[in-house]
């Protein structure tokens, strides 16, 4: 995996959404909009957050929202066109920031030229092959993704497949993107991973491939596959279902298992991102939503924030027609129409980050659970070199709480910079504390 990963937080916008762009269909003004510069204004914003990479949602050619491409060659003009994609480009290398693409190669849009042949040539026609069919003879019809009608699954055993994806890999690559989200990657064979990357490794070596997973093994299809990351679901449930039903004994057990996947891969951590309901949502009592983000900056992994997250943006995600639309607001146009009550959250979200950068060995560190109760949690991690070890105390309960071991120093708290407030190694009622404390 590229070294340049180790260093890297991600602010993960969904372009469509976040420029105000229309997603149930063609935007209604023909012709080229050129929203996408709307992102160039927030670069200063994440850089001073404290991140420097834009984990980016679809941006290509589609129907509606993005996940139903139509030429993923080509800048969806809801969004603007290359000369856009060029500008957002070089804003960001100015800055050091890190640019990935989403990726849809698991299905297409069924306006996509390649399904349109398809569905006019029948099954068994050299048109035919590029989609996945269901069925035998007349009876058979186009695979379709998680029974949306309108999203048709690729056939990933065809070679041709294959070629298309590694081309357009290697091109957006070649135009200066660092990397790839792979949407879907549950539900592509990692079989086929090994047939595109190779190609695009060779020409591309520091680029950074991450998959999304929902649901299977994420070690096997890591190693399987040949792809550097997976995004990291489990840990993301564990840690706002555990502060949410106050039962900390989810985490710790959920912490095992990420340890576990540190012998294989580096995890892409979150607690928020453009599928999911929004992390001030899910924790219930607003005093612990900057739990999660301590737990995730503590941690090993690739973190990202979800953008807005760190102004503490509400928004339920419902699994109807426009239930993602909660989560996957407009913005203003720059920075300045914030709402001023979420720069609080903002400030907690640099100290936290802030912290990370000073630790940069925290990235790959196991670490390990020293304390677990339903309300109360200890975590440990030390530097590799034995020079430095860092304690995380949560406390979701309504009086202080003092760990039964020695801790150390206390070098950052929530809520308040004054990290010498309250009793030495204690964290107060429904805060958390980092403490710094020799190896041994």
Known sequence: MPDWVDHAIWWHAYPLGFTGAPV??????????????????WLDYVVELGCNGLLLGPVFASQTHGYDTLDHLAIDPRLGDDADWDALVAAARERGVRLVLDGVFNHVGRGHPRVRAALA????????????????????????????????????????????????????????????????????????????????????????????????????????????????????????????????????????????????????????????????DQVGDVRHVTHALAVLMFVAGTPSVYAGDEQGFRGVKEERFG???????????????????????YREHQ???????????????????????????????????????????????????????PVGERVLRSGDLDVAEGAPGSAPPHAWAVFRGSAG
């Open 24 to 41: 149930d269909g063609p935007d209604p003004d023909p012709g080229v909009r050129h929203r996408l510069g709307r992102l160039t204004e």
């Open 121 to 280: 040539a029948g099954p068994g026609t050299e048109a035919g092959r590029w989609v996945k069919w269901v069925g035998d003879g007349d009876a058979a019809v186009p695979a379709v993704f998680e029974g949306h009608d309108q999203l048709v699954v690729l056939d990933h055993d065809q070679p041709e497949v294959a070629r298309h994806v590694a081309d357009v890999m290697s091109h957006w690559l070649a135009r200066g993107a660092d990397g790839w989200r792979l949407d879907a990657a549950y539900a592509v064979p990692p079989e086929f991973w090994q047939s595109v990357l190779p190609e695009v490794r060779a020409q591309h070596p520091q680029a950074w491939v991450l998959g999304e997973m929902i649901h299977g093994d994420y070690a096997e299809y890591v190693t399987q596959s040949g792809i550097d990351s997976v995004t990291q679901y489990e840990l993301w449930k564990a840690i706002w279902s555990s502060l949410a039903d106050r039962n900390f004994f989810e985490l710790a057990w959920a912490l095992d298992r990420h340890r576990a996947f540190l012998e294989v891969f580096l995890p892409q951590t979150f607690v928020g991102n453009h599928d999911v309901t929004r992390i001030a």
């Open 323 to 345: 239930g993602d639309d909660a989560i996957r607001p407009e913005f203003p146009p720059g920075p300045h129409g914030l709402a001023p009550e979420g720069w609080a959250l």
């Open 351 to 405: 100290r936290l980050i802030g912290f990370r950068r000073r630790h940069p060995w925290l990235v790959r560190a196991a670490g390990r659970t020293l304390e677990v109760a339903n309300e109360r949690l200890v975590l440990e991690s030390s530097a590799p070199d034995g020079s430095e070890r860092l304690v995380l105390v949560l406390n979701l309960a309504d009086e202080p709480f003092t760990p039964q071991g």
